[in-house]
């Protein structure tokens, strides 16, 4: 394909992209199509001969389209949001047409100080501790989701534990990783990835009525272990849980890790983007004891998936638990030490230009910009929950200090299920559930930016029509 | 930013991509900046209020492309071709637009399906072994990368070698990997993630004049390490190794894997691609003794980085290695058993909708003009080598079987670490090096869509120059 024939081409996708997001509304928010129905209506076989865009564009309306859960659409509220935006969206296309591929400093200079520089502006914005900063010992990356981050924090965790002998021996003790009941998956996930097995893991009770981490059950199960001759290598610690948002108490739990000597990460993946407010920083308090730290801005910062932005208090342990120097890949910037080579940062090798995006999406919103979008999903959410404040049929489960609000039908969950089956079933809302100590509870999780208090009410419409027929 | 907005700013966005293209040949392919030279021509402070996109497309020229390594450049000789194409930047603009997180078949039908198919569609255009088309038990997925690959490969390995203990109890006793001393680096990172350490992997000889794996040195380390204990888990075998191409004799080292029950992994990262020609699939010979493949369509298929795709025989065992499900993710159609949810095939739980990129590659080119493109490559390879066997001065130090020529001039390395040098700082041209048998190795490996002939012949040209001086 030609650069002209790329214009051409081009133009008429901008269109496509243009008027999707100008009617994703009048979509239904999730496919109404069984499993199959999207393959089945593909060749078995890839075409011989190429063909024209026009005959890709269309297929992508008639096969593609039709077969997808629309993550942009102003009523999906389901999982946590995922939002991308313009600028986000352009920063991607510039990041495609370069092809350029930061594994090293010297193989995209711009690609790694850009990075670097967007982080720094990141940390900023959000008053991250200073420790986490490129001007320090510290720095920031971006990884694909926080479930790497987890990961690539387990394994600094334990090349720490290990005094110097994981890297080249393994995991030839016990160690062990510390997370709250209601921590993500990926923190199992992670631990089973880094060879410590599901026994290597630890689930911290939780408050229940915060469902944040119990400090004291989480200084008994360290030194517990400690005592039986099993090292602890990890606290991960969660700011905005995913079944609730609840937020793990950093001012005790720092100070046990710090005791202890165990490494702290604190997995804030969609709450922290909310510290771009001033006011809703109050999640990270204590997070100056913290060794590492991730947020996504491909949740609620208008930065399409994947951003993640994870930081580390010492780069050079990072560094040092992570890097493999072929001779393929030594070249005189590496050598000389005065560059930072993001391989060593991440599990993959090969990296692409993820910072533009970061760049556009900044500079087109500002920081104002920004906080005014979390302020929004938070005044949403804020509505939402006054509705079922109000009604006494539903309760709510959990604080709502995010976007987050988690409700229930009162009594047994068998309503509650076919509550949120009718609801989703409109097609005008997407919703997901949890548990929350033992019961189902329907999530609405509030981030896109074509969300309106319209919206929002349309949505509580519905579940209210719907319960009255849910019983 | 609204959806007119985008596409005012979209347009000006494809102009500079069209014109980036159109005139990178006249930049020099490698930045001439200094470390920190992008970096402090940015401000230390993220912008408080918002500015237009036009700020943003200025200072990508004036602050960011001077900065870059230009991969795209047909002058571009370096590690391996990463070359991206105009329809795989249309496939990943309507991804970013569409902002669909395909986690789950669920959150995202038709980008599960869209993918199963694309995988399929091209173990057929490679002509790969029944086994993993996803019509039986097996199937294929997309990675980011080949090293991401290799880590899934070990952690299933690891599975199976566990005897089923190795989800809950994690690496408790010694486990092993093979791979050959050419093998990529990705291999001892993974089996340092995975908690085998440095220790568990074994690099095992390689024929001096082919480079390539010795099955009698391979079977003699498995067969010391049963004798002491040690449990060997996963073989690795490289189809065209990263230094010179080589690859592993599969006919012989299958058997021996299938002997000792050992999982049996092939990277063809780069050299998968060739396959895509029937003439070009010798070094395929075997790969029905593979539990699992990969090779990167983002090397040589004109598929913007990343889309690395990878095969296994046994979805099954892949997946239970992997999964992890919380509440928060269960859904009707994960629990029917009828759809695949990718997010056990994966580190990461998120993912991006890259099978359109893919789609729209291969229906752009067809087969048929991918072919085409491989066989450029070779040729021009082999034009080159042509060069260097007529020059006395030089010789080759591996055969060429696919479009990387690997060159030096006779005698001492200093000469040639200067010619290099050079070479690259022409900023015409751009090279990297390598050690074959302890000798500094120069690479040309072809791949860029926009090179010629008369830009493979410019390179040798600037070589023999180089060489006069170099002495």
Not at 118 to 134: I, V
Not at 206 to 220: E, I, K, N
Request: aromatic share 8%.
């Amino acid at each position: 394909m030609t650069p002209e024939e790329f214009r051409q081409a081009g133009y008429a996708v901008v269109d496509w992209i243009a008027d999707y997001w100008a009617t994703v509304a009048e979509r239904p928010v999730t496919s109404q199509g069984r499993p199959d129905a999207v393959a089945a209506g593909l060749p078995t076989d890839p075409p011989a001969e190429g063909e024209p865009v026009e005959s890709v564009l269309a297929d992508l309306d008639k096969l593609v389209a039709p077969g997808l859960t629309h993550w942009q659409h102003p009523g999906f509220f389901g999982y946590f949001p995922a939002n991308t935006s313009g600028p986000s969206v352009l920063g991607d296309m510039v990041s495609a047409g370069l092809g350029v591929q930061g594994m090293l400093w010297a193989t995209g200079p711009a690609c790694t100080e850009l990075e670097t520089v967007m982080l720094d502006w990141l940390a900023q914005a959000l008053d991250l501790p200073a420790r986490f900063r490129s001007t320090g010992p510290g720095g920031g990356v971006i990884q694909d989701s926080a479930s790497s981050a987890t990961l690539v924090a387990t394994l600094v965790a334990l090349h720490r534990a290990g005094g110097g002998r994981w890297r080249e021996a393994g995991v030839d003790r016990r160690y062990r990783v510390y997370a709250s009941t209601e921590a993500h998956s990926s923190v199992e996930k992670a631990a089973r990835i880094a060879g410590l097995g599901a026994d290597g893991v630890r689930l911290i009770e939780v408050d229940p009525v915060t469902r944040a981490m119990s400090p004291a059950a989480l200084r008994a199960a360290i030194e517990a272990d400690r005592a039986a001759g099993v090292v602890p290598a990890l606290v991960v610690a969660t700011v905005g849980t995913t079944s609730t948002t609840a937020i793990d108490p950093l001012p005790q739990i720092g100070p046990i890790c710090a005791e202890h000597r165990v490494f702290l990460h604190v997995d804030a993946a969609y709450a922290g983007a909310a510290a771009i407010c001033p006011e809703l920083r109050f999640g990270h308090a204590g997070l100056e004891y913290a060794d590492s730290y991730c947020f996504d801005p491909h949740k609620w910062l208008l930065t399409g998936f994947d951003c993640d932005a994870f930081w580390v208090a010492d780069a050079g342990e990072l560094v040092q638990a992570l890097t493999v120097l072929p001779e393929y890949l030594r070249n005189a910037a590496t050598e000389s030490g005065a560059v930072i080579d993001y391989r060593d940062w991440q599990v993959p090798l090969g990296r692409r230009f993820r910072a533009l995006k970061l760049w556009f999406v900044l500079r087109w919103y500002g920081v104002d910009g920004l906080r005014e979008h979390i302020r929004r999903g938070v005044a949403l959410a804020a509505r939402f929950a006054d509705r079922v404040r109000a009604d006494d049929r539903f309760e709510l489960m959990a604080p709502h200090p995010y976007s987050l609000v988690c409700f229930r039908l009162r009594g047994p969950d068998g309503p509650n299920e076919r509550l949120l089956a009718a609801v989703n079933g409109t097609g005008r809302v997407y919703l997901t559930h949890t548990r929350v100590a033992g019961r189902h509870t329907l999530r609405l999780a509030v981030g896109a930016p074509q969300t309106t208090e319209a919206h929002v009410d349309e949505a509580w419409e519905l579940i209210s029509q719907a319960a009255a027929l849910a019983d």
